[in-house]
């Protein structure tokens, strides 16, 4: 099994930056995630957008202060932005913020489903993030768990407890 208990764990550093953008792709625009890691989505009915992105393996921070770094705005982020949303370039930046992202430290994915020895414990945690867009279905596949002994919808015994017990983890190439 991997050891994920050895060492101090802490959540991972992450930026969020608000900006507005008077002629952008408007409140229906989906979570657009950009091959580069950066991502951006409406925010309210207005011209405000949020955004951040997916840092590098070798710049992926992991400290204890929350000070936001602007330089990851303006050299990572707005010009992948601009360069796919080409009225991005005249964005404002209104707002920002920084934060630990926590998250499994097994592979940063989820556990569903049952515990292999205690059979009226279910597991759905460790999402993160990313646990918001997951939760309908996440709640739909363990009701149906529940209720019929196995999953009908969508299969997720793949993200089950037993992954960890038999070291087999499931990296995802692009978490925002």
């Excluded at 602007?70 to 796919?84: D, H, M, N, T």
């Excluded at 597991?123 to 709640?139: E, M, R, T």
Aim: charged residues 20%; negative net charge.
């Amino acid at each position: 099994m991997i050891d994920i208990y050895s060492k101090e764990k802490k959540g991972l550093k992450r930026y969020i930056f608000v900006f507005e953008s008077l002629n952008g792709p408007g409140p229906l625009a989906p979570l657009f995630v950009d091959i580069t890691g950066v991502y951006f989505r409406p925010e309210g009915l207005g011209n405000t957008y949020i955004c951040g992105c997916s840092p590098s393996e070798e710049n992926d921070k992991s400290e204890d202060n929350l000070e936001v770094d602007y330089s990851v705005f303006e050299e990572q982020i707005w010009p992948a932005l601009a360069k796919r949303i080409p009225s991005f370039e005249t964005l404002k930046l209104k707002n920002a913020w920084c934060g630990f992202y926590d998250y499994n430290y097994f592979d940063q994915n989820l556990i569903i489903g049952p515990h292999p020895q205690q059979k009226n414990f279910f597991f759905a945690n460790g999402s993160s993030g990313h646990g918001l867009q997951h939760a309908p279905a996440i709640g739909r596949a363990l009701s149906e768990f529940i209720v019929d002994f196995k999953y009908k919808s969508i299969d997720l015994t793949r993200f089950g407890f037993q992954r960890i017990v038999n070291n087999a983890p499931i990296f995802e190439p692009m978490i925002v």
